[in-house]
């Protein structure tokens, strides 16, 4: 006798069908920290910057992570047979939410070596891949939705532990299966600000081995203190999830102590955001022993 009362069986979407097949028992590494920030100085910014495609905050936030990965690579790492080995560029994916006839189903696109990128290239190549995915036209993924539906939960998961295998452990690209190479890079970006929520913690996903991930929550007012005085302004919660596996605390805090300086005061960093590398930011020089930006520690190899 069925002892709990349940309705109709759901059909399944894309991600949810994945979400299933992926997580297992609660042996979880997620470390979870968050930052409430003001956004009037980064929406000036955005609104100056020269481009053809203006950037919004998600591509302003793609570019400072890239930017902190580049400057603190701990954090930019492969976990390949219980070896961390350095990632060789820095990629970014960006969540996006879809439209199906079947549901509303989670999917995205990455951008590849975004240090390389001004903050329009970024905007640009965003706003492209958004619009494949909502027309339907992007192959890779289309490929991953025909894949996936075919298959029930149980072999979908078997089919993703030896997709893992192939591409992570053996790092053997399986593109004439029809599945795309490193489909997530060094981060996952998740704007779930653009539905109402104001702050969440996002458990790292099993199937694509990224160490980070970020989330981006609904700009409202908030109490901070400015010049010694409490007052409301517009912030954002940024909040991030660590794979402890591949860093510390230390790194996670000198990656988000960063992150911080440059969302805060895009002016002062603003060569990261045309693209220049790290030697070549605008930020005036610190007086000796200021300890404000110090080095990431390295773990060895």
Not at 47 to 70: M, R
Not at 169 to 186: E, I, K, Q
Not at 272 to 298: C, M, N, Q
Request: with cysteine.
């Amino acid at each position: 006798m069925k002892h709990i009362p349940l309705g109709a069986r759901q059909v399944l979407t894309t991600y949810r069908k994945i979400a299933i097949a992926s997580w297992r028992h609660p042996r979880d590494p997620s470390t979870y920290s968050w930052l409430d920030l003001p956004v009037e100085e980064a929406e000036m910014f955005l609104k100056a910057f020269p481009s053809e495609t203006q950037p919004s905050l998600t591509h302003f936030v793609a570019a400072i992570v890239a930017n902190c990965l580049e400057k603190h690579p701990d954090l930019n790492h492969l976990l390949r047979a219980r070896n961390l080995y350095r990632r060789a560029q820095t990629d970014i994916f960006i969540t996006t939410l879809l439209n199906t006839p079947i549901g509303k189903d989670l999917s995205g696109f990455v951008l590849r070596d975004v240090p390389a990128m001004d903050l329009g290239t970024v905007a640009r190549h965003s706003e492209e891949a958004v619009g494949r995915l909502r027309r339907g036209e992007d192959v890779e993924t289309q490929r991953i939705n025909a894949i996936t539906a075919k298959m029930p939960v149980w072999l979908l998961r078997l089919t993703m532990a030896l997709e893992d295998f192939a591409h992570y452990t053996l790092n053997v690209s399986l593109r004439r299966f029809g599945l795309p190479d490193d489909r997530f890079g060094s981060a996952i970006i998740s704007n779930f600000g653009v539905l109402g929520i104001e702050n969440a913690l996002i458990p790292l996903s099993p199937y694509c081995r990224c160490p980070l991930i970020v989330g981006m929550g609904r700009t409202r007012p908030m109490p901070i203190v400015r010049n010694g005085a409490v007052v409301a302004a517009e912030c954002i919660t940024i909040s991030f999830t660590f794979d402890h596996r591949y860093a510390d605390g230390v790194h996670g805090g000198l990656m988000m102590r960063r992150f911080q300086k440059i969302f805060l005061k895009p002016n002062r960093y603003a060569a990261i955001f045309e693209g220049t590398t790290l030697i070549s930011e605008t930020a005036p020089p610190r007086p000796a022993g200021d300890p404000t930006d110090k080095g990431a520690v390295h773990l060895p190899e």
